[in-house]
């Protein structure tokens, strides 16, 4: 079922977030996400959306939590793997409320609970295959935080799509240790360049530093992950891997409705169009690298191409 | 207040009786102070167009207003308990200790790693070998720049700020190397947590539905051990004696280095202490971000409660109940919570720009007294 | 590995390792006048944000970086002013007010950041300039004098502040507040006044460094996007012993290591990540270990000054 | 460019008076109704006993603290000095008890601080170090411009000092304690610089505990008890008793006549040899032998090996060569602990610094050594009722003048600072007492007592190394006096046995031989 009409009472959205709702990347992919669709429910009446964002500290996390199951709210999204084990505790304790929380896959067998995550090695995949299509120095540079989550699987489905059209190409890995330190991830970024890559691409809020570090060198391609980062660079930003929550969102209000309250996982893939390619408008992709580009997507909708977090 | 004492009847040496109205002064001073800030956030709250009396209201009542907000604060003034004895202590030995976060960071970690290693034991077993295995690791984090600053005169605070960072990088090690949630690595989420720990090693909950844990009775009973260790026992005595005359301390035969080095490493036990409660009591996993900043906010716990251990209670408990009242109310008016963090920062400048007026006012009535046997 | 040795290698370390210095050069230097004095700032790190925030809000709707900068010095006035008032005037413990301080900082540039600006932009701020000839050097050229001006900036600064503390009478005044503020004050200076005109300094001068981030160094602004590098400034003044030359070493140290350190992840040496991330903070304490540095900390510092309290 | 002195010989101030001056402080009345006045070239002797009020008085002239009543006059005019700036423009300088120097900078800088450069904001520290030059030779103050503070000895700190306040032309200089901690010969320099200063039409301020210096130095003189003037008189005209009576309100008894012969050796130094601060060695083989029962006092003008030595007995330097015993038993290798243990006592030269805590309670600091011992503690824990009890006989047997057990040091005053740390040290019955300076900045009443409390200890049998550079102290208490000189002992002479002359030679480096029979 698509979007619930109109008709429906109004429903009530919270959600809890770990970084800023602006922040280029996961926790705005979710915030975009419910904006469009309280858009499409036509607004504010039918869909009331609370958040909370800038929230790692766990007691503040399942005191929110918490506060908006007890306040009525229908659906309480987690929006962040830290959430989980306060999911776990408060659940149980209102069986009425839909709970979802990700990226993870584990609803603890709990009827009102949804677990959702994205396989961003997919996206990843394509573009690497894009960007080992465009790379002429055979060097592409690789900027993250920290080794973890889809940082690091987006990476490994980067390396592999590289791979898979030239293993010969050179792909260098940085890591900041640090998901805010733009100023070392800028300098990380120059170090590739340096060392003769001519793509870059990365995940975290703090590669908008190494897009910075692109910009200033002028004929250094970025890819982008989470969110589209056309705009950061807009005639050097390839392609982003888009995290795209509306249509779960949209399954999860549908479901309610139809009174199932949680107990599945969601699993944002290329073919149930959770997750997208953006292509960059403002970028002119030579034909035969976006039918290269095209071609993957394809093969991992149809199963043809597995790629391994 | 001696002084006084002096005036009417010289000799006598009894102590003068313990003086209420001073208590009373190093909190009501505070207290202006937190009012002050609060109502230049009302003035922010305003230009963004949300209603400041509801604002504070949803704060008052989230921070009191209920079981869940009182045990939220409480949970909140557990660690800052902690680190603010540990701040104390290194204080009281004219030792500052920024690195509260860093030793957080390792006794959350050693907590962490320990009972996921020894999971079979019992609870009786588990829970306190866990907790001093918190304790080593933050002090043994506490006594390396205690030992750098007694032995090579290398400055605490630009080696506990160090520390810090590499703690944060040991950690981001650890997490996504041997202590990375295996289920994670089996799902493909490589999520930056550790395993679920063994049930029992949990601390107790004091109050079903709620985070409140047993923890936060230890922090207490720890407060007032500590109060009896500064100004009861012998080690107590020369680590203040280090703070205030190193000099004449060396004269009396206290052995200064030791004693500077000891205060450091118990600063960072007491932090490491933090960390581990944190972990068993409220995550029952290690996460990123563990410390959420106690490290810093336990200092201004410290020095709101001057220094001292038992006015530290009263004060991590205003400061935990300030922290769970603000979120509360970003979620009643809707406002980012960065204001939040802007807010609490002029709470914290406009309380330490009152230690003044508590002295002048203190100074004051002394006057008034003599004054008043003069005539 | 060969490339390892490459001439080009070097220059790149050199490069990044003198972009990476700027910020802590600015806040450093001026914190280093704030603590000669006998004021410790611990909200450096907060004076940054906020400024870094001012000066890319003002670059972003105006296009005019001088007037960004303008911004960033005027807010760094202010915070200075507030922190002295607190600090000197009140006699707080500059430990707490610094935090506090530092927290009003964060929170409130990641505030008007998201009101303001929403999300995350970028503008074109300042480019490099090539120095003539020195420019032209083969080698070094292109790796010393080839940088934007607030770059350029944070450089001159360390010659000037020496000269201010060691050849004027306001450096005179400034050490003497902070090594015996009675004996200044017994000479008829007015030791307040002195310490909040360093306070405020220092506090410029840290917007400043927040600016060259936000309108040099990365061109953008971001939540926390100094990301704890006040905080290292402010131990880089301990490292250099109160001496601007000292604490350019420091920074230098601190951020070649860092430098290396991406390098050698690049280039794939085979250690953790997070290991080499740990090198810059390892290598600084070990160094004051072994140099062993025994630079007295400026007498009165962080001891608020009341007269006949001697 | 200043004027030569000379020029403003005929505008220095004429005369400065002091109205009814009151100053409050918290639960203190420092000065009440104090009125005081000062003419051109002449020298006004403040005295007092520890915390009478002189200091407070003449830190209101210099505009560090304003009165709460009265008023400032000088050559008819009131003025109101709200802070050093506007005394100094005035033509007032003061010479403070506790030196305000900046340790860490030159001569020539300390005395350009706070000084219009000719060259602003750049520093002139050349043309500064030419008037430095020229002065000291107008006023005969030796003082090396390019030294730094820290490396100065007390006496060359007072000199600079003095230099900051004559650079600033300043006409009237008031002078807290200068003497305080002066050796024989500083004073005597000091006094006649200050003559040469009295020619030059300059008024001083003259504050001191020591009458004889009163008596030498002084036109006339004031005495403050308890913030009131008890009177001013011309000092030729008084006597050192009926000052002494008007200071205390009673006369002073003199240490009775000796009984009992000295005991067996009980502190013995053999070759003992120590570097100093500087890296030198500062001591080249000491030999001394105190006996039970004696006080042995040290003579020598500062620098000459005194803190070394006394430091080394304490345990706080280590001997590079030689042997200390106490009795039987060697503690050349002791702990600081193991000394006290093994009975030895030590009161230090500076007293504020090494001897006690200032912001701890009397009762805290009574304990800074024997906390960590029985009775006082049970394991670690510290026993108060214990503690209480014997600091409550402590205070009341040497009379310290303090509101309560729990008042801070610091509002104690030097004389009954002094006095606690001889009770802490000396109700542990030492075998051998080390005192460095023991009345130095004490008033006499307290000396007085302190002096008594040492013979006590003398007939107790405690051995006694009396280090003082107060020749007439170590003379009235004296059995036997050792001089040092250089590091080495240059002579020991038996009491009474040497004019103040002799030793003064010998202080000089003149060996026994020749200063006895030369
Ligand atoms: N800064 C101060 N705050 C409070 N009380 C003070 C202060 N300075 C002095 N007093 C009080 O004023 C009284 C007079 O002090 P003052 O320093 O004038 O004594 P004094 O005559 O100089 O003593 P001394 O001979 O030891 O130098 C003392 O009893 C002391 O208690
Ligand atoms: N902050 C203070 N509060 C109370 N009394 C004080 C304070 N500062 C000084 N005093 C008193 O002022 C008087 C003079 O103080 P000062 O520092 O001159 O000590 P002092 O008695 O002169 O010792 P000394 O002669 O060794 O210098 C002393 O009685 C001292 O107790
Ligand atoms: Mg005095
Ligand atoms: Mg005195």
Redesign the pocket.
Same mark, same amino acid.
Request: aromatic share 4%; glycine share 18%; hydrophobic share 30%.
């Given at each position: 079922p698509a979007a619930a009409p109109a008709a429906q009472k109004q429903i009530k959205i919270a959600v809890i977030m770990p970084s800023a709702t602006n922040d280029m990347a996961f926790s705005q992919s979710m915030w975009s996400a419910l904006q469009s669709v309280q858009k499409d429910m036509g607004g504010e009446s039918a869909l009331q959306i609370a958040y909370t964002d800038n929230l790692f500290n766990v007691p503040d996390a399942a005191a929110a939590i918490r506060d908006y199951a007890s306040k009525g709210f229908d659906i309480v999204i987690a929006h962040g793997s830290q959430y989980g084990s306060s999911v776990q505790d408060i659940a149980p304790d209102f069986p009425n409320t839909t709970f979802a929380w990700g990226t993870d896959v584990n609803t603890f067998g709990m009827k009102n609970v949804y677990a959702y995550t994205a396989a961003a090695e997919q996206g990843g995949y394509v573009n690497g295959v894009l960007a080992a299509k465009l790379t002429k120095s055979k060097i592409i540079g690789v900027t993250g935080p920290v080794e973890v989550g889809d940082a690091k699987t987006y990476i490994d489905g980067f390396v592999q799509g590289v791979a898979s059209v030239d293993p010969t190409i050179k792909v260098n890995k940085t890591w900041t240790g640090s998901f805010s330190d733009v100023a070392l991830m800028t300098a990380a970024a120059k170090t590739h360049i340096q060392a003769g890559a001519d793509i870059l691409t990365g995940s975290s809020q703090s590669v908008v530093g190494s897009i910075g570090a692109a910009k200033d060198a002028g004929n250094v391609l970025w890819f982008g992950t989470q969110a589209d980062q056309a705009s950061l660079a807009p005639n050097l930003v390839v392609a982003s891997q888009v995290y795209d929550w509306t249509a779960m969102l949209k399954d999860m209000i549908a479901k309610r409705q139809a009174g199932t309250l949680g107990g599945t996982v969601y699993t944002l893939t290329l073919s149930n169009g959770g997750l997208k390619i953006a292509y960059n408008p403002g970028y002119n992709l030579p034909a035969d690298v976006k039918a290269a580009g095209d071609a993957a997507i394809k093969g991992i909708q149809d199963g043809s191409i597995t790629v391994n977090p | 207040m001696q002084?006084k004492k002096a005036a009417n009847k010289p000799l006598s040496l009894r102590r003068p009786a313990f003086d209420w109205s001073n208590v009373v002064l190093h909190f009501l001073l505070p207290l202006a102070g937190v009012l002050a800030a609060l109502l230049i956030g009302a003035v922010m709250l305003i230009i963004l167009k949300a209603d400041p009396i509801a604002a504070y209201a949803a704060m008052v009542n989230g921070a009191v207003g209920s079981v869940s907000g009182i045990t939220q604060s409480l949970v909140k003034a557990t660690p800052l308990l902690l680190v603010g004895l540990g701040i104390c202590i290194a204080f009281r030995a004219n030792v500052i200790n920024i690195g509260g976060e860093g030793q957080i960071i390792l006794g959350a970690l050693a907590a962490t790693w320990f009972p996921l290693t020894f999971n079979t034991w019992p609870g009786w077993l588990l829970i306190p070998s866990t907790l001093i295995v918190g304790f080593v690791a933050g002090a043994i984090w506490g006594f390396v720049p205690g030992i750098l600053k007694a032995r090579l005169q290398v400055n605490e605070i630009l080696s506990t700020i160090m520390m810090n960072s590499i703690a944060q990088q040991l950690m981001n090690l650890l997490l996504r190397g041997p202590l990375m949630d295996p289920s994670g690595i089996a799902a493909g989420t490589y999520l930056a947590q550790s395993a679920r720990l063994p049930v029992q090693v949990w601390l107790p909950r004091l109050v079903p539905q709620t985070l409140l844990h047993a923890g936060a009775i230890l922090a207490v009973v720890l407060a007032v051990l500590v109060y009896f260790f500064l100004w009861r026992t012998t080690i107590g005595y020369r680590i203040r004696a280090v703070g205030l005359n190193p000099d004449a301390s060396r004269y009396s035969g206290i052995n200064v280095p030791f004693y500077q080095a000891l205060s450091m490493t118990l600063a960072g036990g007491f932090a490491g202490l933090a960390g581990a409660i944190e972990v068993i009591g409220v995550q029952h996993r290690l996460l990123e971000g563990v410390t959420s900043g106690y490290g810093f906010t336990g200092i201004v716990a410290a020095l709101l409660g001057s220094l001292h251990p038992l006015g530290l209670i009263p004060a991590s408990i205003l400061f935990g109940g300030l922290l769970v009242g603000a979120a509360q109310m970003q979620r009643a008016v809707q406002v980012p919570s960065s204001l939040i963090d802007a807010i609490l920062g002029l709470v914290v400048l406009f309380v330490s720009g009152s230690a003044l007026w508590s002295r002048r006012w203190a100074a004051r009535r002394n006057m008034g007294t003599e004054e008043e046997e003069k005539s | 590995m060969k490339d390892v040795i490459s001439l080009g290698v070097l220059g790149g370390i050199l490069t990044s390792m003198i972009r990476l210095a700027t910020p802590f050069l600015y806040a450093a230097i001026g914190e280093t006048f704030a603590q000669t004095s006998g004021v410790v700032n611990l909200g450096v790190d907060g004076i940054m944000l906020l400024s870094a925030y001012g000066a890319f809000y003002v670059a972003l709707n105006t296009g005019n970086l001088w007037l960004a900068l303008l911004t960033a010095a005027a807010i760094g006035l202010l915070m200075g002013l507030l922190m002295s008032f607190i600090s000197v005037t009140l006699k707080a413990e500059q430990g707490i007010s610094g935090i506090g301080l530092y927290m009003f900082g964060l929170g409130m540039s990641s505030l008007l950041f998201k009101i303001t600006i929403g999300t995350v932009k970028t503008i074109d701020g300042f480019q490099p300039v090539r120095i003539p000839l020195l420019g032209d050097i083969p080698g070094i050229g292109p790796i010393l004098f080839d940088h934007s001006l607030p770059v350029y900036g944070a450089f001159l600064l360390v010659p000037i502040a020496w000269w201010v503390l060691d050849k004027t009478t306001l450096g005179l005044k400034i050490k003497s507040v902070g090594q015996n503020p009675a004996a200044a004050d017994s000479l008829g200076i007015n030791v307040d006044r002195i310490r909040y005109f360093s306070v405020c300094l220092g506090a410029v001068l840290a917007g400043l460094a927040g600016a060259s981030l936000s309108t040099a160094l990365v061109d953008l602004f971001q939540d926390n996007l100094t990301a704890g590098q006040g905080f290292i400034a402010v131990a880089l003044v301990y490292f250099g012993g109160w001496n601007p030359w000292g604490v350019m070493g420091g920074a230098f140290l601190f951020s070649i290591v860092n430098s290396i350190q991406l390098w050698m992840q690049v280039i794939g040496v085979k250690i953790p990540s997070d290991v080499a991330v740990m090198l810059p903070y390892l290598l600084t304490i070990a160094a004051l270990m072994i140099t062993v540095n025994r630079v007295r900390q400026p007498a009165a510092l962080n001891k608020p000054f009341e007269r006949?309290?001697? | 460019m200043k004027p030569k002195i000379q020029d403003i010989k005929s505008q220095r101030i004429q005369h400065v008076e002091m109205r009814d001056i009151v100053k409050r402080?918290?639960g %203190?009345l420092a000065n009440s109704k104090v009125s005081f006045d000062v003419r051109a070239g002449e020298i006004h002797a403040l005295l007092g006993e @520890?915390?009478a009020g002189k200091?407070?008085l003449m830190r209101q002239l210099y505009g560090l603290y304003q009165p709460d009543e009265g008023e400032i006059v000088i050559d008819g005019k009131p003025y109101v000095f709200r802070s050093p700036a506007d005394a100094i423009r005035a033509g007032i300088g003061m010479i403070h008890?506790?030196f305000m120097l900046v340790p860490t900078l030159t001569v020539t800088q300390n005395v350009a601080l706070g000084l219009r450069s000719s060259r602003e904001p750049l520093l002139d520290l050349d043309k500064v170090t030419r008037r430095i030059q020229g002065l000291s030779e107008a006023y005969g103050l030796k003082v090396d411009p390019h030294a730094f503070v820290w490396q100065l000895s007390v006496g060359e700190q007072q000199r600079v000092e003095i230099m900051k306040a004559l650079y600033r032309g300043a006409s009237l200089i008031i002078l807290d304690?200068p003497t305080?901690v002066l050796t024989p010969q500083e004073v005597k320099d000091l006094f006649a610089t200050l003559r040469r200063m009295v020619q030059e039409g300059h008024s001083l301020v003259f504050i001191s505990?020591k009458l004889h210096e009163v008596m030498d130095i002084s036109d006339r003189v004031t005495v403050l008890r308890d913030g009131k003037v008890i009177g001013t008189r011309p000092t030729h005209k008084v006597t050192r008793g009926e000052l002494v009576k008007m200071m205390v309100g009673r006369e002073l008894k003199e240490p009775e006549p000796r009984s009992l012969k000295p005991g067996p050796a009980a502190l013995k130094i053999e070759g003992l040899k120590t570097v100093g601060d500087r890296g030198t060695e500062a001591l080249h083989g000491i030999y001394l032998e105190i006996h039970s029962g004696e006080i042995l006092g040290l003579a020598g003008v500062s620098g000459n090996g005194q803190r070394e030595l006394a430091e080394c007995l304490a345990g706080m330097r280590k001997a590079t060569a030689g042997r200390i015993a106490i009795g039987e038993s060697d503690i050349t290798t002791f702990t600081l602990n193991q000394r006290i243990d093994s009975g030895m006592a030590y009161i230090p030269e500076e007293?504020?610094r090494d001897g006690a805590i200032r912001e701890f309670s009397v009762e805290e600091n009574i304990y800074l050594h024997d906390h960590s011992f029985a009775p006082y503690t049970h394991g670690i824990f510290l026993d108060f009722s214990q503690m209480a009890s014997h600091a409550i006989d402590l205070v009341n047997e040497y009379a310290l003048k303090t509101p309560s057990l729990d008042t801070p040091l610091? @509002?104690?005053?030097?004389?009954n600072?002094?006095k606690l740390i001889m009770a802490r040290e000396l109700s542990r019955h030492p075998k051998a007492l080390i005192a460095a300076q023991p009345t130095?900045? %004490?008033d006499i009443g307290a000396t007085e007592y302190i002096h008594q409390r040492l013979l006590a200890q003398r007939e107790a049998g405690t051995a006694i190394l009396l280090i003082s550079e107060d020749l007439d102290e170590i003379r009235t208490l004296s059995d036997r006096i050792a001089i040092i000189y250089e590091g080495r002992i240059v002579g020991v002479v038996q009491r009474g046995q040497a004019t103040i002359e002799q030793i003064g030679l010998m202080m000089a480096g003149v060996s026994m031989k020749e200063a006895m029979h030369g």
């Open positions: - | 002084i | 006949g309290e001697s | 402080f918290p %203190v @520890n915390g200091s407070t008890q506790h304690e305080a505990h007293r504020m610091k @509002n104690l005053s030097g004389g600072i002094q130095r900045g %004490v």
